[in-house]
């Protein structure tokens, strides 16, 4: 079956202006987790949604934020985007959020802000 | 705070048996520990996860210590293609949280 699909793969975007992302768990996933990445913080937790209900959030300030469809689907939006926000944003998905289900990973969405 | 600590980088020759440490200073009874590895350019591939017990599988095997305050990865046999960046994560499900280590870059010598 299919795995996780992000969209748009790329793009560039100008400080000030806001982006969504948006990610396609795999079929049957009921939860999704978001992620950023970058060479100085690494791998860092941002949300996780489980049946369109935020579960918990990372540290991150309230421009960044998700929502979860019923169909499972999950976007999240940056708003008022700063030149660190640049990074690769990840979103995952897994059956359920317990412990013991294994995490799969989309190939990321590459957010340049300039 | 709690911790997951990885090094930042190891070297094996090729055909060799690695093993990769975590640390993760703070564990409770219900977090499982998961193994990923990522290419560049792509997102983190998943290798094995456990809870308690040693684990294997195709790709590799996860050894918990007995505390559950540290896991080895083993990779039996390495192959260039096995050189990535691999992270240990801890997952906690009473909690909500996943803790990331920072990474261990594997080299791979030919």
């Known amino acids: 079956k299919a795995g996780v699909t992000q969209t748009p793969r790329y793009l560039i975007k100008t400080r000030g202006q806001q982006v969504t992302l948006s990610c396609s768990p795999i079929?049957?996933?009921?939860?999704v987790s978001w992620y950023q990445q970058t060479p100085g913080q690494g791998l860092q937790f941002l949300f996780e949604?489980?049946?369109?209900?935020?579960?918990n959030k990372g540290n991150f300030p309230g421009r960044f934020s998700g929502r979860q469809f019923s169909n499972s689907r999950s976007e999240m939006n940056v708003s008022t985007l700063e030149l660190g926000d640049s990074a690769l944003y990840l979103c995952?998905?897994?059956?359920?959020?317990?412990?013991?289900?294994?995490?799969?990973f989309g190939e990321g969405s590459w957010l340049t802000v300039v | 705070d709690a911790k997951t600590t990885q090094p930042n980088s190891m070297e094996s020759n090729e055909e060799e048996p690695v093993h990769l440490p975590c640390n993760h200073s703070?564990?409770?009874?219900?977090?499982?520990i998961h193994w990923y590895r990522q290419l560049p350019s792509q997102g983190p591939e998943y290798v094995i996860h456990?809870?308690?017990s040693n684990v294997n599988n195709r790709m590799a095997s996860l050894a918990i210590a007995e505390d559950r305050k540290s896991s080895t990865l083993i990779l039996h046999r390495a192959t260039l293609r096995d050189a990535a960046v691999y992270y240990c994560?801890?997952?906690?499900?009473?909690?909500?949280?996943?803790?990331f280590g920072s990474g261990t870059q594997l080299t791979v010598l030919p």
């Open positions: 995952a998905s897994r059956e359920s959020p317990s412990s013991g289900n294994t995490i799969y």
């Open positions: 079929s049957g996933h009921r939860s």
């Open positions: 949604y489980f049946s369109e209900t935020q579960r």
């Open positions: 703070t564990i409770s009874g219900t977090d499982y």
């Open positions: 456990g809870l308690t």
């Open positions: 994560i801890r997952v906690s499900g009473s909690a909500r949280q996943l803790t």
